[in-house]
């Protein structure tokens, strides 16, 4: 299929226009104007470049791309040599953040609450990022870390009464700590996120809703691969998702 194509589609499935975002949405790296097979991941590393080169992908697209707000400009060291390695074999990249997070069925956040048993009643916070809802059945906090642990491959962070139960909670997948004072405004029992940031800490134990951290990487890994499958289905291209380690 030609690329402009997939771009546009693309773009328009996840309605990239509609966010404000700290990176460019869609296409950040023009390669080779056909494309028959796409290599998806979290974050485009040079690891992630040299298994997709290996692969034999056309494109790239990851939730982590380049040209971050108030980043350094220049393509020089670890950029430069992630950047040409895709120009120096004509393979195109895609990033897609906020849109990915927020899609209702693809994104992040639904894909996450779909691998986790969560029931999805509602959106809420800046750009809807945030979703709500309950656990299949009340659950300690305790047992519930289990079950990420076990879905996630990864032992999160659990911050409150471990033998409380746990029936209502929102989650916001990634660096979205700071949204937790936005999401306990919910009525919720705990806010699952991937990051801690120190103050959260106090606010879980003086408010009394949880907060559990179960990784940046761990909680964003469902929508890229929902992304990929979708587009390799509707368009009859070849995909693999790859999974480069990361314990943060």
């Avoid at 975002?21 to 028959?36: K, W």
């Amino acid at each position: 299929m030609r690329l402009t194509e997939l771009e546009h589609y693309t773009c328009a499935l996840l309605d990239t226009a509609r966010y404000r975002d700290y990176s460019p949405n869609g296409l950040q790296i023009e390669g080779r104007p056909e494309v028959n097979k796409i290599v998806t991941g979290v974050t485009a590393s040079l690891a992630l470049i040299e298994q997709a080169i290996a692969q034999g992908a056309d494109a790239i697209l990851v939730h982590h791309g380049y040209f971050w707000k108030n980043e350094d400009a220049r393509i020089v060291g670890v950029k430069r040599a992630r950047i040409k390695s895709l120009l120096e074999r004509d393979i195109s990249l895609f990033g897609f953040h906020l849109p990915l997070d927020a899609h209702p069925e693809l994104g992040n956040n639904a894909q996450l609450g779909r691998r986790l048993g969560f029931e999805i009643e509602g959106w809420s916070g800046e750009q809807n990022l945030i979703a709500y809802g309950r656990v299949p059945e009340p659950f300690t906090l305790s047992a519930l870390s289990a079950r990420i642990a076990e879905r996630l491959g990864r032992t999160p962070l659990a911050i409150g009464d471990a033998a409380r139960p746990i029936q209502r909670i929102a989650w916001c997948s990634g660096g979205a700590q700071g949204y937790f004072e936005t999401a306990a405004a919910l009525g919720v029992d705990a806010y699952l996120t991937g990051e801690a940031s120190e103050q959260n800490v106090h606010f879980a134990r003086e408010s009394g809703v949880a907060f559990i951290a179960a990784g940046h990487h761990a909680t964003e890994r469902y929508g890229i691969q929902a992304l990929g499958e979708h587009l390799a289905a509707h368009f009859d291209l070849a995909h693999e998702f790859i999974e480069i380690s990361n314990p943060v």
